[in-house]
């Protein structure tokens, strides 16, 4: 079974010169047809790339994840199908001391968040943090892209809102 672990934060330096956005973006478009809470099915495209993505439930910062490469038209006729509005970003991904961090600068109804993940190979895997990174969110599942979706960060008003 394929895991996923990853620990998230917010972005604290999102300024024109922050060493992040030195990285090349690609720029992804993404939807859920299902946003379950015990799993989510997400298409995305990424750059010229198309993937079909299945998640399971987090337990701590860890979870089942299972993602295919499908033709891009496929894609984006199941974009059209998605369940509430895309989520689009540009991904930027660079190594710090030997971590690979990718760094999302949400657009559209999400514009002005941005937030970085940390894949790792334990939960107890030491890495060291950017200067640039802000609070950790990995618990917060607002943050989740599929919550994103359905309550986008331009909405909260300063009071976010409690997830699903």
């Not at 299945?54 to 984006?76: C, H, M, N, W």
């Not at 941005?114 to 200067?131: H, M, N, T, Y």
């Amino acid at each position: 079974m394929a895991i996923e672990i990853e620990r998230k934060f917010l972005v604290a330096d999102v300024s024109a010169t922050a060493p992040w956005r030195a990285a090349p973006g690609v720029a992804f478009r993404q939807g859920y047809l299902n946003r379950d809470k015990t799993r989510t099915v997400r298409v995305r495209v990424a750059g010229d790339a198309a993937f079909l993505t299945i998640k399971g439930v987090s337990v701590g910062a860890t979870r089942a994840e299972f993602e295919y490469a499908i033709p891009l038209d496929d894609a984006q006729a199941l974009l059209a199908l998605c369940d509430g509005p895309l989520v689009e970003k540009t991904r930027h991904v660079l190594v710090h001391q030997g971590s690979t961090w990718e760094v999302d600068d949400f657009a559209g109804d999400n514009a002005g968040l941005v937030v970085a993940e940390v894949e790792l190979r334990s939960e107890a895997q030491v890495f060291d943090k950017p200067s640039w990174l802000g609070e950790e969110v990995t618990h917060d599942a607002r943050y989740f892209n599929s919550n994103l979706a359905a309550y986008p960060f331009r909405a909260w008003d300063g009071a976010a809102p409690t997830a699903p």
